[in-house]
């Protein structure tokens, strides 16, 4: 059984930085793929970073290009989201998802966290 644990959310000011972790279990692919994605009150769940870790791609949403970054260790084991220079707008839910890729579920992904807040403060 998959299981994915986010932490590192939290409260921070504008121009602060976060680094979120999802921790995960139960994985087994020969193609892993992890994402991250946010939701606030009112919009669709927006995908915002995507990583496969067989070739180490990598995808950053526009919206957060340049300030937010996707990585992960031992085999997809731990994914991370890097985000410096948070604004308000980035508050919202934050997922981590596992098994991404088309028709593998809602909004792509066919394992989910259970979400960690972040609030950035003007």
């Known amino acids: 059984q998959v299981h994915l644990v986010e932490s590192g959310g939290g409260s921070v000011q504008t121009g602060g930085s976060l680094r979120l972790s999802c921790a995960v279990s139960?994985?087994?692919?020969?193609?892993?793929?992890a994402g991250w994605f946010r939701q606030t009150p009112g919009k669709e769940r927006e995908g915002l970073a995507g990583?496969?870790?067989?070739?180490?791609?990598?995808f950053i949403a526009a919206s957060v290009k340049g300030r937010f970054t996707i990585s992960q260790e031992n085999d997809m084991n731990t994914v991370y989201l890097q985000m410096n220079s948070l604004k308000p707008e980035d508050t919202g839910e934050y997922y981590c998802?596992?098994?991404?890729?088309?028709?593998?579920?809602?909004?792509?992904?066919?394992?989910w966290g259970q979400g960690t807040q972040v609030t950035v403060s003007s």
């Open positions: 998802a596992t098994d991404c890729g088309a028709g593998k579920g809602p909004y792509g992904c066919g394992y």
């Open positions: 139960g994985y087994t692919s020969s193609n892993k793929t």
């Open positions: 990583i496969r870790a067989g070739d180490g791609y990598t």
